[in-house]
């Protein structure tokens, strides 16, 4: 019996070992493909970007309360999908400036950028460096992507309430109608 036992747990090991290395082997996989579909997801995106989106300050000068004026903005709209837990230290395009924020934001175009704020205590500026999929998902993780989803579930579900709202409105009106 020790002989069968012994046998059979030889099998478990190797199972299990058999096992980790299709994990590893489907990991990989998904790592690789999940680059395209964040680009395809980019792509399809853009008009909820377009509708929902926001426009994100490009440049203003700071007065001495603190507040915001001469501001010019980007234009296209764009979504926020991830923050960078530690800025880059300096921005490419002026190595003089510091990083104070970083984001990962998808345009209206379906384009993905990162938006660098510096901030000199009287000019805030910002600097929009492209980022491939494969940049953006190494740089802010798959986080992005659950936005992406998270984006068009939350557009799909504002649409369907509105056409509710708009049929209980109609029903409304009707009603008022077949009064008079």
């Known amino acids: ?7 059979g747990f030889q099998r478990l ?3 299990i070992e058999e096992i980790k290395g299709e ?7 998904i790592k690789k493909e999940s680059a395209g579909l ?10 909820v970007v377009k509708e929902g989106g926001q426009k994100f300050l490009q440049k203003a000068k700071v007065d001495q309360k603190g507040e915001l004026y001469d501001q010019v903005f980007y234009p296209d709209k764009m979504i926020l999908l991830g923050k960078a837990a530690t800025p880059a230290t300096i921005r490419p395009d002026n190595p003089t400036k510091k990083v104070d924020q970083q984001y990962c ?7 993905l950028f990162e938006l660098m704020f510096s ?6 500026d910002t600097y929009a460096a492209a980022l ?6 190494y740089f802010y993780g798959y986080d992005i992507i659950y936005m992406l989803y998270s984006a068009m579930r939350d557009y ?5 309430d509105l056409i509710e709202a708009m049929n209980i409105t109609l029903g409304f009106i009707q009603q008022q109608n077949e009064q008079e």
């Open 156 to 160: 799909a579900l504002a649409q369907q």
């Open 23 to 29: 994990q590893r082997d489907l990991a990989e996989k």
């Open 38 to 47: 964040l680009k395809k997801m980019t792509q399809i995106v853009g008009c």
């Open 105 to 111: 934001v998808l345009s209206e175009a379906g384009n």
């Open 119 to 124: 901030n000199d205590g009287f000019i805030i």
């Open 1 to 7: 019996m020790d002989a069968v036992v012994e046998k």
């Open 132 to 137: 491939s999929s494969e940049d953006a998902l």
């Open 13 to 15: 090991e190797e199972l």
